[in-house]
């Protein structure tokens, strides 16, 4: 649009507006029929017109002649003069007015700064809960640029929702001595007797609802603290005490694991327990040589168990094994046994058929044969000459060789003496 008409149209719309607000529900201000129009030389009006016009009507506007409306230009151009001053514009009557354009810069420059303060930056490993006049109204999860209302109308609470928090329950935070107050926790034995363990273990956690975090609790670390205490207190004072310091480690872990998140869901925490991890559980300090002690010997009583089951185990198989092989050499024992009977009964009837064919012959050959067998083994001494003659006294084990060669003795043959010759054989080897 033109100038010169958006400035028709601005004085038309404004003179309009002029009117509207001169009018009251009973008309016009001014003189009425039954009121008084004059006026001074000021063009002040004179009384109010009587009838229609009630009592508290303004009176009437100056103006110049009668029934004229103001000047429109001069309105709007001191509107213009007065917004310039205000913001450092030029103006049409007089000089410049610098504080009053210092100040209108000043205030321009805090309204850009407190909007721009509602900007704001969300870390991927971050949260933002938004606050409206300090309700929580929503909890945003995806990281970028975002932007609120500013101070004080909303606010921004930021935590970082992925961090692996650490607590330590049981000793003193920074300096790792025992914490009495935490640690003792009552426990029972194999026989369901109370005894006292001192317990450290420490908590891995981290912050799974961060409007349940912020708003929910008032101290969400004090309470994940007293948690962590009342539930390992419970599991382990359900435990046996000897398995609790061996083998019960992973169950009483997974046991107090389970029993913590499951109160702090209840108080709607928005805390999230990632694992528990038992540093030690073991007897308090006063009692700790005496129930050393009573471990010790406890575990010298299983290992010499497992030895026994172990010797147990070695000498069964062994034992099994040389029954088996006896019972096997008995069974070839036997049957070699059986075997060579029956050899030697068939030998005996096959040399009984041959005696009973030829009774001489088979006598010989009998005789033969047990005298090889009997001679074969000793030193033999052999005589010859004629019968009847003298025997010589000879030291006969002297002088035969323990091996080798016949070794004849000396002899004077068929002399007339009628010495015998003898010859001494050493034992021949088995055949």
């Given amino acids: 649009m033109p100038s010169d008409n958006r400035e028709n149209f601005s004085r038309e719309n404004f003179h309009d507006m002029i009117i509207l607000a001169n009018q009251g529900p009973w008309g016009t201000h001014g003189g009425g029929d039954d009121g008084d129009d004059g006026g001074d030389d000021n063009g002040h009006g004179g009384g109010h017109g009587g009838g229609?016009?009630?009592?508290?009507?303004?009176?009437?506007?100056?103006?110049?002649?009668?029934?004229?409306?103001?000047?429109?230009?001069?309105?709007?151009r001191q509107a213009q003069n007065r917004f310039r001053n205000t913001f450092g514009g030029p103006v049409h009557h007089g000089g410049g007015n610098a504080p009053g354009r210092m100040v209108g810069f000043l205030l321009l420059l805090v309204l850009v700064l407190w909007l721009g303060s509602g900007f704001y930056l969300v870390q991927p490993q971050e949260n933002a809960a938004l606050l409206t006049f300090g309700k929580l109204t929503a909890v945003r999860k995806d990281p970028g640029l975002a932007y609120h209302l500013p101070f004080p109308i909303q606010d921004v609470e930021k935590r970082d929702v992925k961090k692996n928090n650490q607590m330590d329950i049981g000793t003193i935070q920074g300096t790792g001595a025992d914490n009495p107050n935490q640690s003792l926790m009552l426990a029972t034995d194999e026989n369901g007797d109370p005894n006292i363990a001192k317990v450290h273990f420490v908590i891995y956690w981290h912050i799974g609802d961060l409007g349940k975090y912020l708003f929910e609790i008032g101290d969400p670390e004090g309470t994940l603290q007293k948690v962590a205490e009342s539930a390992m207190r419970e599991v382990v004072g359900r435990s046996d005490i000897d398995k609790a310091m061996t083998e019960g480690y992973d169950q009483i872990q997974s046991e107090t694991k389970i029993l913590i998140q499951k109160i702090l869901d209840e108080y709607q925490s928005g805390i999230a327990i990632d694992s528990i991890k038992l540093q030690s559980i073991t007897p308090p300090d006063p009692v700790m040589q005496a129930f050393n002690d009573v471990s010790s010997a406890k575990s010298d009583k299983e290992r010499l168990k497992r030895e026994a089951m172990?010797?147990?185990?070695?000498?069964?198989?062994?034992?099994?094994?040389?029954?088996?092989?006896?019972?096997?050499?008995?069974?070839?024992?036997?049957?070699?046994?059986i075997k060579k009977a029956q050899g030697d009964a068939d030998r005996f009837n096959l040399v009984y058929q041959a005696y009973a064919k030829s009774k001489d012959v088979t006598t010989e050959r009998m005789y033969l044969d047990a005298m090889e067998a009997v001679l074969k083994n000793n030193r033999k001494v052999i005589m010859t000459g004629k019968p009847g003659g003298s025997m010589p006294l000879l030291p006969l084990m002297q002088i035969a060789p323990a091996a080798g060669g016949a070794l004849d003795a000396p002899s004077g043959g068929d002399d007339d003496n009628g010495t015998v010759g003898v010859s001494v054989m050493p034992p021949q080897p088995g055949q």
Avoid: H
């Avoid at 016009?53 to 309105?75: F, I, S, V």
């Avoid at 010797?311 to 024992?333: F, M, T, V």
């Fill in 52 to 76: 229609n016009e009630p009592p508290w009507t303004p009176p009437p506007r100056r103006r110049g002649p009668a029934n004229q409306p103001p000047d429109l230009d001069e309105m709007l």
């Fill in 310 to 337: 172990a010797y147990a185990n070695n000498i069964l198989p062994e034992a099994k094994g040389k029954a088996a092989q006896i019972s096997a050499e008995a069974k070839a024992y036997k049957e070699a046994t």
